[in-house]
């Protein structure tokens, strides 16, 4: 049986409605909790321990685990929390069972819209001397990497092709979402938010939350489950967070976490090792960075891109559905999902390997790789 020392994913629920929603929160997490148990055929009663990945100020409130500890069965249960991103729990669930201390995991997280401006909150993250006065938020710091990216600006088509191509896919990923089926895909060059980011190449901030339940090989012996995304390799890294200590275009951590995770993994041509990949692409630029890094990419990403030798981000990515928060951890959930051939209407045929890509803070600051491969990969670890 395919194995791994960190487990394995064996449960996905997510949350992504396509308008107002008409519950709270704790309603929220509740039924998505009771559906990621239900996707992995277990109770709460068989979870070791919960990693949960919130962040305060989105939520407007102090310490937001402790509203939300109840919803996801953490009373009187082993229960952690990271403010840092949403991948990071994804992390420290695989890194508690690959412990042998625990069996199971539940990790969550959720991406609210409590706060009447997400910039605003976002802008409180800077120190008070420099990046706060500028102001600096997501979108600010996205474009002046873009800027480092392609100071000539000659990525421009290959972005909005991608942005393009991103909300096709996600049309089909969540046909509810805003971006469905209905509606015409057409990215302009006008109405420029932040250069060089036309407004249509961002998605605005999404209400989501998502889910994951992670076991230990034992565990899914002992329950005879089929369906396993084989947790292969890990790699995560952060970089300073004052930006001119920093080189935009090169992503180090990205770096740093990509030879982890495929060194664990035994990847070394992920080009042809690797079946599907979901990155970060809070802009097409990060996408296109992102990619290159990860090797997915053969030569220059402004011509390689276009050929696509791996496919990336089938369910649309943050393109289509943006709950800034926990993103990360859907990369990962998405990436999952097409493993357990559980995908759905943007399920791949065959998928056996699949590296997810989680960025978190301003300009991809944390970077975080995961490479996971099927129940029927074969070979063990």
């Known amino acids: 049986m395919n194995t791994s020392k960190y487990g394995g994913v064996i449960g996905c629920a997510f949350y992504a409605p396509g308008g107002e929603?008409?519950?709270s929160l704790e309603e929220i997490l509740y039924g998505l909790t009771r559906r990621a148990l239900a996707d992995a055929r277990m109770t709460i009663d068989d979870i070791d321990g919960i990693v949960c990945a919130s962040c305060d100020q989105l939520d407007g409130r102090a310490i937001a685990i402790m509203a939300a500890s109840g919803s996801v069965g953490g009373v009187g249960r082993d229960i952690l929390s990271t403010p840092s991103s949403a991948e990071h729990a994804f992390v420290l669930g695989a890194l508690r069972v690959g412990s042998g201390q625990y069996r199971t995991q539940l990790?969550?997280?959720w991406s609210p819209l409590e706060a009447q401006s997400v910039p605003q909150v976002q802008q409180l993250g800077n120190d008070p001397y420099f990046h706060r006065g500028l102001p600096l938020d997501d979108l600010a710091s996205h474009a002046l990497q873009a800027v480092a990216m392609d100071p000539t600006n000659s990525l421009h088509d290959r972005a909005v092709a991608l942005v393009e191509k991103n909300r096709r896919q996600g049309s089909h990923a969540y046909p509810e979402r805003p971006c469905g089926p209905r509606e015409k895909v057409w990215i302009d060059s006008g109405d420029i938010v932040a250069w060089p980011l036309s407004r249509a190449m961002v998605a605005p901030p999404s209400l989501g939350a998502v889910a994951l339940v992670l076991a230990d090989a034992d565990f899914i012996a002992a329950r005879d489950i089929a369906q396993v995304a084989w947790i292969k390799g890990l790699g995560w890294a952060a970089e300073p967070a004052f930006l001119g200590d920093r080189d935009?275009?090169?992503?180090?951590s990205l770096d740093a976490a990509v030879a982890r995770a495929y060194r664990e993994a035994g990847v070394t041509n992920p080009v042809s090792q690797i079946d599907l990949a979901?990155?970060?692409?809070?802009t097409p630029y990060q996408q296109i960075l992102a990619g290159e890094r990860l090797g997915l990419y053969e030569g220059r990403s402004a011509q390689a891109a276009a050929r696509d030798p791996v496919p990336i981000n089938l369910s649309g990515g943050a393109a289509s559905f943006n709950p800034v928060f926990c993103s990360g951890l859907m990369r990962i959930?998405?990436?999952?999902?097409?493993?357990?051939?559980?995908a759905g209407a943007h399920q791949l045929d065959g998928a056996r390997r699949a590296v997810a890509h989680g960025a978190s803070g301003f300009a991809m600051q944390y970077n975080t790789v995961v490479v996971m491969e099927s129940s029927q990969a074969g070979g063990a670890q």
């Open 21 to 23: 929603p008409r519950e």
């Open 107 to 109: 990790v969550i997280s």
């Open 248 to 252: 935009l275009a090169a992503l180090p």
């Open 278 to 282: 979901e990155v970060a692409d809070a």
């Open 333 to 342: 959930a998405e990436a999952a999902q097409q493993l357990r051939a559980r």
